[in-house]
């Protein structure tokens, strides 16, 4: 639904003046800080009309009106004015360390700046590998003990112990993970097995056991690492006026982030998106609360999308300084798994 650029201006002062302070806003109050030469009673009537279209609302303890979640809509995707924010300070936040850390720490990096910087709760889902590999590697651990390396495309290592059949020399081990990286690198284990089984008549019947047995475990070892949801700062919810007063909501918040599961199923959905996503109060229909919002936006690896990190915070958050700090994080985080 259009508004006219007076009801517009009115919109944007009020969300404003309601995420700064969380009072109900009056009509004196809308006439001095909307910068409009408009009578109070003008304004009320003004009002009116955007209270009967949804976008603002009246409590029933104040003549001032506060923002529904369809106003907060209209604010975020037509009236929003978003702040630039210092990019080189958060990258070098994200990045200290590198390159010694892992990807797990970067990625746990990324959770702590959201949660630091917007002063709530910070979630990135970790890299979904769908049992894809970048390299593996056979090391001999003793006579038909091998110990598999494994590393994912965002750079994370896995290990399985193999107990073999046969005692295979450094060489052969050598020639084995030199096939498999030539020609299955950046496949999945899956893809890899049925190349495998068209090849196997090629290749000696022993190394053969141990490819077989590489894919198997391979596609095990990254499938006990998917999906994880990293999360920092939920603590900083209990601060939230807006929501410390429902106890009951907040348990229900707690739980999600316990069980993680529907958080999961938004973050994934986010991930299949481009650029920064904005869920109001219940749109997503899987954060628990009309009173929260989530931001989200997804980051890759070489280009390839792998995963997604967000804000959980309240309805009332400062848009316009979140939307950029998870836009620039996904992006800083993207660079640093690259490297």
Same mark, same amino acid.
């Given at each position: 639904?259009?508004? %006219?650029?007076?009801?517009?201006?009115?919109?944007?002062?009020?969300?404003?003046?309601?995420?700064?302070?969380?009072?109900?806003?009056?009509?004196?109050?809308?006439?001095?800080?909307?910068?409009?030469?408009? *009578?109070?009673?003008?304004?009320?009537?003004?009002?009116?009309?955007?209270?009967?279209?949804?976008?603002?609302?009246?409590?029933?303890?104040? #003549?001032?009106?506060?923002?529904?979640?369809?106003?907060?809509?209209?604010?975020?995707?037509?009236?929003?004015?978003?702040?630039?924010?210092?990019?080189?300070?958060?990258?070098?936040?994200?990045?200290?360390?590198?390159?010694?850390?892992?990807?797990?720490?970067?990625?746990?990096? #990324? #959770?702590?700046?959201?949660?630091?910087?917007?002063?709530?709760?910070?979630?990135?889902?970790?890299?979904?590998?769908?049992?894809? +590999?970048?390299?593996?590697?056979?090391?001999?651990?003793?006579?038909?003990?091998?110990?598999?390396?494994?590393?994912?495309?965002?750079?994370?290592?896995?290990?399985?112990?193999?107990?073999?059949?046969? %005692?295979?020399?450094?060489?052969?081990?050598?020639?084995?993970?030199?096939?498999?990286?030539?020609?299955?690198?950046?496949?999945? +284990?899956?893809?890899?097995?049925?190349?495998?089984?068209?090849?196997?008549?090629?290749?000696? !019947?022993?190394?053969?056991?141990?490819?077989?047995? #590489?894919?198997?475990?391979?596609?095990?070892?990254?499938?006990?690492?998917?999906?994880?949801?990293?999360?920092?700062?939920?603590?900083?919810?209990?601060?939230?006026?807006?929501?410390?007063?429902?106890?009951?909501?907040?348990?229900?918040?707690?739980?999600?982030?316990?069980?993680?599961?529907?958080?999961?199923?938004?973050?994934?959905?986010?991930?299949?998106? *481009?650029?920064?996503?904005?869920?109001?109060?219940?749109? !997503?229909?899987?954060?628990?609360?009309?009173?929260?919002?989530?931001?989200?936006?997804?980051?890759?690896?070489?280009?390839?999308?792998?995963?997604?990190?967000?804000?959980?915070?309240?309805?009332?958050?400062?848009?316009?300084?979140?939307?950029?700090?998870?836009?620039?994080?996904?992006?800083?985080?993207?660079?640093?798994?690259?490297?």
């Amino acid at each position: 639904m259009q508004l %006219d650029i007076r009801a517009q201006t009115l919109l944007k002062a009020l969300v404003e003046r309601y995420i700064a302070d969380g009072q109900p806003v009056g009509s004196r109050a809308l006439s001095k800080i909307s910068g409009l030469e408009l *009578s109070p009673a003008t304004i009320r009537n003004a009002m009116a009309d955007l209270e009967e279209m949804g976008f603002v609302a009246s409590p029933h303890t104040s #003549a001032g009106r506060i923002p529904t979640p369809r106003g907060y809509r209209m604010f975020v995707d037509e009236l929003l004015t978003v702040q630039e924010i210092d990019e080189s300070s958060l990258e070098s936040r994200l990045q200290t360390g590198l390159p010694s850390q892992s990807p797990q720490r970067i990625i746990s990096n #990324a #959770a702590q700046i959201l949660s630091s910087l917007s002063q709530f709760a910070g979630v990135v889902l970790t890299p979904k590998t769908g049992s894809t +590999f970048r390299q593996v590697e056979f090391l001999r651990l003793s006579e038909k003990r091998i110990l598999l390396v494994v590393v994912a495309p965002a750079g994370e290592v896995h290990n399985r112990l193999l107990l073999t059949t046969t %005692d295979y020399t450094p060489a052969q081990l050598t020639r084995a993970a030199n096939y498999l990286n030539q020609n299955f690198s950046g496949l999945s +284990f899956d893809e890899a097995r049925l190349r495998l089984n068209g090849e196997l008549r090629q290749l000696q !019947s022993d190394m053969s056991r141990l490819m077989q047995a #590489a894919v198997e475990a391979g596609s095990d070892a990254l499938a006990e690492n998917a999906d994880e949801v990293v999360i920092a700062g939920e603590r900083n919810l209990l601060k939230v006026e807006d929501l410390s007063s429902n106890m009951n909501s907040l348990r229900k918040l707690f739980d999600m982030f316990e069980q993680k599961s529907g958080l999961m199923q938004l973050l994934d959905v986010s991930s299949k998106a *481009s650029g920064v996503q904005i869920f109001i109060g219940g749109e !997503s229909q899987l954060v628990p609360l009309d009173e929260m919002s989530v931001v989200t936006a997804p980051y890759g690896v070489n280009g390839k999308v792998v995963g997604t990190l967000g804000v959980i915070g309240p309805t009332r958050m400062a848009y316009e300084r979140v939307i950029p700090i998870v836009d620039i994080t996904a992006k800083l985080l993207s660079n640093a798994l690259s490297q």
